[in-house]
């Protein structure tokens, strides 16, 4: 079985760096094919992809927001770890990590993760 | 904005077919698959079809998806009460390097 679980601050003041943790089960980031990724999704608005990192370190971004996101994975814990610098209240939104492959796409999800930036 | 298309809302009684569309360009529908979702109330989005028209397991065959050009429509036949929820579409985008979503279309069941 195949699960994902979002980890974090539910709180983040304005202009600090929002820190998310993925940790899964079910499969490897060592295994070709896989890879895992972060959308998030304001209140009541739709989902926004964010960032991607394949088995072999490939790493992806949302090109309006390439300049404050890091992805990083550690393969031996089986997390990944999602950076947002210069946070802001826009950035509210309930933060999704998924399990993204060549053959299904974005195929499981987290539970999610709300992140709040009072304004 | 989000930069696949899809009308905000549709609506069927029990029983009825309903389609939802989704509108792409040539970098992300037009040479990619396409992909839809589920999202219940206060729930994860959930894959419903892969690959333009694929099941995944456990997803009842009520639930078809179709690609022509840069275009594709998901279809729900013998609509249920529990299929009221939003739906988004999505697609690889080459030219962004990067996942692409609709603004999702919430689907009533009158």
């Known amino acids: 079985q195949i699960t994902l679980k979002e980890s974090g601050p539910t709180l983040v003041k304005p202009t600090q760096t929002l820190t998310l943790t993925c940790s899964f089960s079910?499969?490897?980031?060592?295994?070709?094919?896989?890879?895992v990724g972060w959308i998030r999704q304001p209140p009541g608005k739709a989902l926004e992809w964010l960032a991607l990192?394949?088995?072999?370190?490939?790493?992806r971004y949302r090109p309006s927001l390439k300049s404050r996101l890091t992805i990083t994975k550690d393969t031996s814990k089986n997390q990944v770890v999602l950076t947002m610098t210069n946070m802001d209240p826009v950035d509210t939104a309930t933060y999704y990590c998924a399990r993204d492959t060549t053959r299904y796409g974005v195929d499981v999800w987290g539970r999610g993760t709300t992140v709040t930036v009072p304004s | 904005q989000s930069v696949l298309t899809q009308p905000p809302s549709a609506s069927g009684t029990p029983g009825q077919r309903v389609t939802v569309s989704c509108s792409g360009i040539?970098?992300?529908?037009?040479?990619?698959?396409v992909y839809w979702y589920q999202q219940l109330p206060g729930t994860a989005p959930k894959l419903l079809i892969y690959?333009?028209?694929q099941r995944p397991s456990g997803v009842p065959d009520r639930f078809s998806g179709s690609k022509s050009g840069t275009s594709a429509s998901l279809a729900i036949s013998g609509l249920r009460s529990e299929d009221e929820a939003d739906y988004y579409c999505?697609?690889?985008?080459?030219?962004?390097?990067?996942?692409?979503f609709g603004g999702g279309t919430k689907l009533t069941v009158l």
């Open positions: 999505a697609a690889w985008d080459d030219s962004l390097s990067g996942w692409v």
């Open positions: 990192i394949y088995w072999d370190d490939d790493k």
């Open positions: 079910g499969f490897s980031l060592s295994t070709g094919g896989e890879g």
């Open positions: 690959r333009n028209n």
């Open positions: 040539n970098s992300n529908i037009g040479s990619t698959y």
